[in-house]
């Protein structure tokens, strides 16, 4: 009896929010945590974390938080969660990192994914220059990011390294470095929707990738050879892409979606289609699908027809539908060069976008471009 009791009492305490105020104290908290445990952090100034093995469970998820979200707490160097399960973070800054920002993966054990995890309203900004992400999930499956602004990184704002079953959802992404968003390593199924993307650097989203071979996830031998992928079954929707060298590239993908978003002044191309696995086993570039889309673009900032295609790739078995197309300077000129033939594209048509200049690319009631690009899904 006094065992039950005991046991009781503790899932009590673990259920009431537990609030620190210094570096120490947050790290006696998360080695305390266990299902039900809420942390909430002072404002405040913090050191970085590392913690492991944490878990929670689907009903009583660790929590750890801000005490007051109009003054969340600022880590000045990254955070790292490795081997987690069922952990909501939210309402956090980390600033001027040396490294990646937050870091939560599978501690580097293949096979034993960190899983059900939900970050939201997380900031990261201002890391250094080269591979240095806002975000770095590696090994991590059945999750979300959410509301988070990643500003002025050096690798990805979100790199994923073998993930599955995720949502990235209404994030900005402003004064990238090398993407926005990455998803490479045997990720697959993850939906990145009704997001924003300024300036994000050389790939606004980068639909796969080229990692190490070690580093997969699943491991590469548990996939049979010609049906290796760095990505597969990728979806992005209703995204705003400004500027940038490429809003999305097709990087040794096995199928992957980009649909409903709205891409305006690309520095280079509207998409590119790669392949930088170039290891016997792994399929080509392929089963890509551009649909829905609403594109403007000028002359002097348009390259090889708008479309990128390297060596390597299956072209041919990307498909092309509905997309709005409109050269800002010279209209006669709208019409990209694709490797297949469109269906039902609409080439040379002003959108009639509210305010493009401040940056508002929804359109004005009654355009001819209502049925597609973000703000289409969003209705």
Known sequence: MLKILASLSMLLDQSSPVVVGDSAQLMSALSKAGPGSVIKIAPGSYRGV???????????????????????????????????????ISDLVIENATTNGLNIDDGGTIGAASHHVRVSK???????????????????????????TIEDWGGSGIDMVGCHRGK????????????????????????????????????????????????????????????RYEAKDIRVRGCTFIGGAAPVAFVGVDGAEVAFNTIYMPERWALRILQETTVVGF???????????????????????????GLGTSPETFSFARNFWFNATSVSASKPKLPVPEVGGVYGVDPGFI????????????????????????R
């Open 50 to 88: 590392f913690a492991s093995s944490l878990h929670g469970t689907s009903d009583r998820p660790i929590v750890i938080t801000a005490q007051d979200s109009t003054k969340p707490p600022k880590f000045t160097s990254g955070l790292q969660f490795s081997k987690v399960s069922h952990i909501q």
């Open 122 to 148: 997380v900031q990261v900004r201002h890391l250094p220059k080269g591979n240095h992400d806002g975000i770095k999930l590696s090994g991590l499956d059945d999750f979300e990011v959410a509301d988070c």
């Open 168 to 227: 990235i959802s209404g994030c900005t992404f402003r004064q990238g470095g090398d993407s926005g968003v990455q998803a490479k390593g045997g990720t697959s199924t993850v939906l990145i929707e009704k997001s924003r993307f300024e300036s994000f650097g050389q790939r606004g989203v980068n639909i796969g990738g080229s990692t190490g071979l070690q580093f997969f996830r699943p491991a590469l031998e548990s996939i049979p050879s010609g049906s």
């Open 283 to 309: 399929v080509p570039s392929r089963r890509g699908v551009f649909a829905d889309n609403l594109i403007v673009f000028k002359s002097e900032n348009w390259v090889s027809g708008g479309v990128n295609i």
């Open 355 to 378: 305010d493009a200049g401040s940056g508002d690319l929804r359109v004005k009631p009654g355009s001819p471009a209502a049925g597609v690009g973000a703000h289409a899904l969003r």
